[in-house]
Structures are given as C-alpha cells and as structure tokens.
C-alpha cells in the first residue's frame, strides 16, 4: 500500500491524536507568524519616523576643551607669578561658516541661534512673584553691585553699570524651527512667524499674556534696551505666541526666566542688544537632517569645512525626539523577534515528544512492515506526511486568525512601552530639577525644567500586514519543525531491525 495512503488512513484513525497536533501546531504557526509580521510593521514604523523627524546636529562652542586648556594654562603658569583669575569666555559662531555647513548633503534646513537678556522699555513685562529688581532705585543698586561681585568699585566708568534684566531674548533665523516651537511648547496664535527674510529687520513675536498685560496686537511697536542702557532697539510686533510652558522656581525670583517674558526676533537684533562684537555671528547652529541614519555621514562631511576651527567647536548629534519615539517600537520589534524563537524551539520540542510517543505506540506496525520488505525511507515519508497536512491545514489557519492575533498583542505592548517611557522620561525630568532643560544654545526660549520632547506624538498602534515573506519565514520554520519532530523520534526507532521491534512489542 502506498504509504501516503497509509498516512492518511493513520490520521482518520487517529482523530484524537490529530486534532491534538492540529491544536499544537496552529498555535505555533500562529504566535511565529505574528512575532514576524509584528517585526515588520515595527520596522516599517521605525523607518517612517525616522525618514520624518531625522535628527539634529548642534554646531557649539566645546566647553570641555575650553575647561581643559584653561586647567592646563593654569598649571604651566608660575605659581609665584600674580595673574587675575581665569574668566570663562564665550566664542561665538561665525555666520559664514555655520552657513557653509548648511550646504552640505543630508542637510534639509538649519536655523540660527542668539540668545541674550534685555530690558522692557516703555511696556511692562510680566512681574514674578519674588523680584524686585524693578520696584525701586535701592533694589536696582542693589542688583548692579551683586552683579559687580564682591569688591567690585561702583565709581569704575570703565564698567559697565548693568541692571536686571526682564526679558529673555531669542534671536532665530527661523522661529517655525526653533526647539520649543518644533515641540509644541510654544504655538502661534496671531500674525506672522519669523523666517530667514527678516534677517536684518526689527521685528519681534512675543508671548499673548505678555500682549495682552501691556494691550499690545500685531503691527504696534515696543522698544527693548540692553542691560547696560546703552542701546534701545524698536520692534515691531510681527507674530504673538502662545506657550504652554510653566516655568521652574527659578523663574519666581528672575522676571527674565518668566516663559511669558520671552521673545522672539532675528538673530541680528539680538546681536544688535549684545553689542558690535557680536555682529555676524550667532551662539550656535542646528541643522536638520533629512534621515537619522545619515547624522554619521553629515559629520564626516562637516569636519573637512576649514572655516570651522573644529578645536574650538564641536558637533552634537541630537535624535532624542526619534530616540524616544522608536523606543518602544524597538522594544516591542525584540520582544516579538524573542517570542519567535521561543516558540520555535518549544513548537519543536512538543511535537517531537507527541510525535514520539506516537511511534513508540506504533512500533508494532513499523515492526510488520519492515518485516514484509517495506523500506525505512518509506516509514518516516509516512509520518511525515501525517505531520505536513497537519502542517498545511496549521498554515492556512494561521494566515487568517494571526493578522488579528497580531494587531491587538502588537498594540498592548507598544502602550505598555509607551507607558514605560512616559515614566522614564517623568523620572529623568524631576532629577534634572529646576532648569534642568535650559535654554542651552540653540535652545530657542528658555525651556526651563520642561521636557522639550514631551509633546511629540507618541507612535500609538502598529499597522499590521501579513505579508508574503512573513508567510514564507513561517512555512519555513514550520516545515522545520515538522522534519525535526519526525526524524528525531523516528531515529531511535528504526535503528532497531524488525524482529528487535516484533519480540519487545507487549
């Protein structure tokens, strides 16, 4: 008799056995063939967030080496020799070289930063609750001989008699682009955002409770001084913002640090308030690349630019938004790829046993028909057919029942990692403390212990297909784990010759 024949009079025979297999191997088929497609569209996701938000590089002055050549100046000095101390300086970005960056490939855009303080001259800034700097003349004193230090000399004309400041001035090439913009935390409301084409102008976007303390709206103009009076600049109002930030304890005691108190203008006018030494240049540069993935190449590219003296700058490479956005999706892509080998080996090693216990029941058989000349080829052919339809029924189920399967357990775990990394970024917020954010340069406001990256849009479900190459990698693994149930348990058996198998049978 044919032993596919056999094999299919074996299985009708055995209906109990075969539904058991049918039960086991379906689900096998199942969770493998979800853990696959559940990769894929983790994958899919990742590369379409990552072709979305890109990355940005920072383009800084380098403290560290700024710190350490300062440490090293220190210690080769003669220490009988009398010298002032050490004053940290900031260096700025020259305008043409941060621009010749913004040329090279991978770059989609790029914005400028220039941040300083200024006074409100004419409109009153939004008072914090613990400064008095502005309430009267012996406070101003006060301040201006604080801000002296200790010993410092009133009557020195060649210092500058600086007062408080209470405003926080964010110069921008472009505000659309600028951080806390980019997150959500500040939105405009009425008017127009500053671009690129305002460079040079006296424009300004300031924040609505600012506007609506001092009735100010669109089009009528304030004038802001520098902290030493020196110079007053006339702003007209181009855009108002409204920001949803809250501030830190900080904020309470400097009107300046009030995210109300922020505004925002080209980077020329606040290059104007610090001074003529600040002309054409900025306090750093972001540029936004076109994929995360080429932020290695960009860099690679930049360092070649002569213009930058690369050892005073430095880049930084900032994809925390597309880091914490792929987070969970990576999470959950490695918590499928470890279910499909689990399942795998344990699909494997559960049929193998039933499969074996099968034969072992079936010893006499096998022992009559080797006895009548039937080969041992044909012996495990037969039970592999009764394994591969059950395989083949197992697959067709699985490709139906796992695109739901894998929707809703994809979906679970994306929000539980979600959830993890909501927590994660809560917790990282809180031990910064206050102003742990900052403005930083670049920083485009004052971000001050706010998470910039708190309103991205998290990724909430996955789009789950089941894909030909996901059937193909299960029919694959399934049919490998049909041969291994097999051949292992057949193995032991049929090593043995018929008479062995006929006069041990009970």
Known sequence: ??????????????????????FIFTIVCVLILSGFTIQSAANKASE??????????TLSVDREKQMEAQQKESTSSDSTTSSKPKMFESTPVSVAAAKKLAALDHVSGYNLYSNTQALASGFDPIASSSDTSQSDDSSTSSTTEQQQGPGGDSNDSNRPQMVQADLSVSGVLDSATATTFKAG?????????????????????????????????VGDKIKIQSSDEKTTVELTIKGIYKTTDSGSDAAANFSFLNPYNTIYVPYTVANTIKGSDAKDTVDSAIYFMDDAANITAFEKEAKKVSAVDWDTFKLDANDATYQQMIGPINNVASFSKNVVYIVTIAGALILALLVMMQIRERK?????????????????GQFLVEILVVAVLSFGIAAVSSHYVAQVVGNQLLTQQNETASESTSTTTNQRGPGGNGGGPGGG???????LTSNTAEIKSLDIQVSLEDMLKMGGIGVGIAFISVLLPSILILRMNPKTILTKQE
């Not at 924040?207 to 009735?215: F, G, P, S």
């Not at 406001?445 to 998470?451: T, Y």
């Open 364 to 380: 006499y058989e096998m022992g009559v028909l080797l006895a009548i000349g039937e080969k041992r080829s044909k012996l495990i």
């Open 185 to 217: 935390t500040d939105k405009l409301v009425s008017g127009k955002a500053i671009t690129a084409s305002d460079v040079g102008k006296n424009v300004v976007m300031i924040e609505k409770t600012l506007a609506e303390a001092n009735d100010l709206k």
């Open 1 to 22: 008799m044919n032993f596919i024949k056999r094999a299919l009079l074996s299985m009708k025979a055995r209906k109990g056995r075969t539904i058991l297999q049918l």
């Open 445 to 451: 406001g004052p971000g001050f212990g706010s998470s």
């Open 48 to 57: 379409l967030a990552r072709q979305e938000l890109g990355g940005d590089v």
